[in-house]
């Protein structure tokens, strides 16, 4: 059974930067990437960044290229989101997932955390 649990989470004001980070415990199976999503209240789950164990390859939305950066320490099994220039418009629950593949699509995802609030005052 894989099991991820999510840090990093919180209240911040606009323009602040949060690092989210999501280590898996125990087995890790064939998990291929980590994923990262957001959701908002009446939102669909948001697909954010996608991050190859493996390669170190990443995928993001176009919604956060170049304010949003995935990284992961493949020793540690752990996963990083580091998150710049927060707005408003940000605020939302944050989680990350596991799958066996490499992709942007929310359903290919199978294991997931436990999904972490953050925040942004303006």
């Known amino acids: 059974q894989v099991q991820l649990v999510e840090s990093g989470g919180g209240r911040v004001q606009a323009g602040d930067s949060l690092k989210r980070s999501c280590t898996h415990a125990?087995?890790?199976?064939?998990?291929?990437?980590m994923g990262w999503f957001r959701q908002s209240p009446g939102k669909e789950r948001e697909f954010l960044a996608t991050?190859?164990?493996?390669?170190?390859?990443?995928i993001y939305a176009d919604s956060v290229k170049g304010q949003f950066t995935a990284s992961r320490d493949y020793a540690k099994k752990t996963g990083y989101l580091q998150m710049n220039n927060l707005k408003p418009g940000d605020t939302a629950v944050y989680y990350c997932?596991?799958?066996?593949?490499?992709?942007?699509?929310?359903?290919?995802?199978?294991?997931w955390g436990q999904g972490t609030q953050v925040t942004v005052s303006s």
């Open positions: 991050i190859s164990w493996t390669t170190g390859a990443t």
């Open positions: 125990g087995r890790t199976g064939r998990d291929e990437a």
């Open positions: 997932a596991a799958s066996v593949g490499f992709s942007k699509v929310v359903s290919e995802y199978d294991y």
